[in-house]
T-cell receptor
Framework: DAGVIQSPRHEVTEMGQEVTLRCKPI?????LFWYRQTMMRGLELLIYFNNNVPIDDSGMPEDRFSAKMPNASFSTLKIQPSEPRDSAVYFCASSPPGGAQHFGDGTRLSIL | GEDVEQSLFLSVREGDSSVINCTYTDSSSTYLYWYKQEPGAGLQLLTY?????DMKQDQRLTVLLNKKDKHLSLRIADTQTGDSAIYFCAESLGFTGGGNKLTFGTGTQLKVEL
């Protein structure tokens, strides 16, 4: 079975550019989570969705960050404009109700 | 609030047992998880335990839960070089706690030496 699929795997862009990260959850999973991982702060939950609806976005750092889930098989995390301090590994995870979260391989983002 | 703590590093010799420890603060935790992260990869679910259990064994992995002390441990028997990775402990309030939202520890870097 396919796991959580994230794209791109790596992204390098200049400060001020718009960045869009993509995620395809495991089919049948109702929950989708976006995380950010850095050496300084570890794993941080940014936002999560249930049945395509955002439930808790309290972890989204600033208005420059936005996330959408237009359907059950696709979600995006957008940063506009990007800044060097946004450099991190961004993970998407999905889970069935009450079940364990399964993670994608992440997108390594570098903002120059 | 929720807080999960782990020691940062552990070094063991190949063939020995590894014990990775974790403490948590939320007594309402329903599930406790162990994830493994290899370099350049995502987090891989290793095992989990319900809060009403004391122990769970899965091949080389043994999870022990001390609810009174809010202490969780992961024992890896016959540790191999392929076990070198970062291990994350995570707690959850379960489905009623908001979609099984997880609170992660800082991760323990396990280094297996020959």
């Amino acid at each position: 079975d396919a796991g959580v699929i994230q794209s791109p795997r790596h992204e390098v862009t200049e400060m001020g550019q718009e960045v869009t990260l993509r995620c395809k959850p495991i089919s049948g999973h109702d929950y989708l989570f976006w995380y950010r991982q850095t050496m300084m702060r570890g794993l941080e939950l940014l936002i999560y969705f249930n049945n395509n609806v955002p439930i808790d976005d309290s972890g989204m750092p600033e208005d420059r960050f936005s996330a959408k889930m237009p359907n059950a098989s696709f979600s995006t995390l957008k940063i506009q404009p990007s800044e060097p301090r946004d450099s991190a590994v961004y993970f998407c995870a999905s889970s069935p109700p009450g079940g364990a979260q399964h993670f994608g391989d992440g997108t390594r983002l570098s903002i120059l | 609030g929720e807080d999960v703590e782990q020691s940062l590093f552990l070094s063991v010799r190949e063939g020995d047992s590894s014990v990775i420890n974790c403490t948590y603060t939320d007594s309402s935790s329903t599930y406790l998880y162990w994830y493994k992260q290899e370099p350049g990869a995502g987090l891989q679910l290793l095992t989990y335990i319900f809060s009403n259990m004391d122990m769970k064994q899965d091949q080389r992995l043994t999870v022990l839960l001390n609810k009174k002390d809010k202490h969780l441990s992961l024992r890896i028997a016959d540790t191999q070089t392929g076990d070198s990775a970062i291990y994350f402990c995570a707690e959850s309030l379960g489905f009623t706690g908001g979609g099984n939202k997880l609170t992660f520890g800082t991760g323990t870097q396990l280094k297996v030496e020959l």
